[in-house]
């Protein structure tokens, strides 16, 4: 019982870091979005691929959330964009208000775009709101066509759907339609991409959905 | 500080918990081990795999952990092989208390090994002791060699990790002898598997293995 009461006031306490975030996000003319998966999914390889397209276009940064080593932000600041490690040190997701602390890191006013890589993991990050504009699930053909089923929450709240590594379709079982009936079963409205990052298929119609996506957000807001 | 204490008080309830558990199974001359790994890493299929040549030589039962859903019960269960399902309803790992409450689902004295699967989750279950002989981490290829680095409490905790789905090996860049490299600066003594349930490459020494453990901590303890 306890816990439960801890749990509530921890969870609205998180949600009101994260209207404040968003708030601020708004002032500011930057688009938020929020990534989640499993480990080893391809969200950092995901993120590479966007923010190398997106240079000169659309000037990104990126958050990246690790229990432990800076090895995705050492991934992510080869291709010369703002990049802030949060290492969480054991705990399971990020918070609004490590978010938050991140912000000094950033020259707010210069950015359209904010990338959040939240840590690894389908279950707790889906609990905590971090005031991003739209929350994204990466799945990879590996893992499984029921997913979906099997860790709802984060199909719901989420807008999008990513299905990576689908150049591995033929070495599985993966069942692309069946993965897809399953997320609209959860949420009807998710917006499905199958890409991979390794051959690049699928990335144009992603990268093309973030530009426009950005542009609607974030566009008019600077000069 | 106060969610600190309350956790505190909750883990250390667990590991009480935990110890009557392994007072219990030491009682039944049941051997248990908890497998561990993030969703989509083969647990399932690797649980298949085992009870189904197991069969006949040694009485095996299957705790499957979920967020929701018991497809994981139906597959097992196809093997003839008792399973009781735990359906955590959000929570992110089993707790010492769930498996406890499982206990009058099955008949302990005619038991030599329970397998508990736990929740896909890389990072939480670590921290909960359900009272079994061993933990074995999964991790399957298509997630990349640098999960034990990431994820250390799940490798440091490990008396056995499972390098699952070699088959596909020759579509990633997943280095083998890297990936056994970081789990052992982690775990020096960790005992190191590689397999494939799709091929069978690897089984053998696995099931031997799991046959000749459940022996000495079991086979003396019953006719």
Same mark, same amino acid.
């Given at each position: 019982?306890?816990?439960?009461?801890?749990?509530?006031?921890?969870?609205?306490?998180?949600?009101?870091?994260?209207?404040?975030?968003?708030?601020?996000?708004?002032?500011?003319?930057?688009?938020?979005?929020?990534?989640?998966?499993?480990? $080893?999914?391809?969200?950092?390889?995901?993120?590479?691929?966007?923010?190398?397209?997106?240079?000169?276009?659309?000037?990104?940064?990126?958050?990246?959330? &690790?229990?432990?080593?800076?090895? &995705?932000?050492?991934?992510?600041?080869?291709?010369?964009? @703002?990049?802030?490690?949060?290492?969480?040190?054991?705990?399971?997701?990020?918070?609004?208000?490590?978010?938050?602390?991140?912000?000094?890191?950033?020259?707010? &006013? /210069?950015? &359209?775009?904010?990338?959040?890589?939240?840590?690894?993991?389908?279950?707790?990050?889906?609990?905590?709101?971090? $005031?991003?504009?739209?929350?994204?699930?990466?799945?990879?053909? @590996? /893992?499984?066509?029921?997913?979906?089923?099997?860790?709802?929450?984060?199909?719901?709240?989420? /807008?999008?759907?990513?299905?990576?590594?689908?150049?591995?379709? @033929?070495?599985?079982?993966?069942?692309?339609?069946?993965?897809?009936?399953?997320?609209?079963?959860?949420?009807?409205?998710?917006?499905?991409?199958?890409?991979?990052?390794?051959? $690049?298929?699928?990335?144009?119609?992603?990268?093309?959905?973030? /530009?426009?996506?950005?542009?609607?957000?974030?566009?008019?807001?600077?000069?």
């Amino acid at each position: 019982m306890k816990r439960i009461k801890v749990e509530k006031k921890l969870l609205s306490s998180n949600q009101q870091i994260a209207e404040e975030n968003r708030r601020f996000f708004k002032e500011k003319g930057v688009a938020v979005f929020n990534l989640l998966s499993s480990p $080893g999914s391809g969200k950092t390889s995901l993120i590479e691929r966007t923010v190398s397209h997106l240079r000169g276009r659309i000037r990104t940064a990126v958050i990246t959330g &690790d229990v432990q080593t800076d090895r &995705d932000a050492q991934r992510i600041a080869q291709h010369q964009v @703002p990049v802030k490690q949060i290492t969480t040190g054991g705990a399971c997701h990020l918070d609004a208000r490590m978010v938050k602390r991140a912000f000094p890191f950033f020259s707010m &006013d /210069e950015l &359209d775009l904010l990338i959040i890589e939240n840590v690894g993991n389908l279950v707790c990050p889906a609990a905590f709101d971090l $005031g991003e504009n739209a929350k994204i699930t990466v799945i990879s053909i @590996p /893992e499984g066509d029921d997913k979906p089923l099997k860790y709802p929450a984060m199909f719901r709240i989420s /807008e999008v759907l990513i299905i990576n590594k689908v150049d591995l379709l @033929p070495y599985t079982n993966f069942n692309l339609g069946q993965a897809i009936k399953f997320a609209r079963q959860i949420n009807p409205a998710i917006k499905v991409f199958e890409t991979s990052c390794l051959t $690049g298929a699928g990335l144009e119609d992603w990268l093309s959905w973030v /530009e426009e996506w950005v542009k609607q957000l974030s566009g008019t807001a600077k000069k």
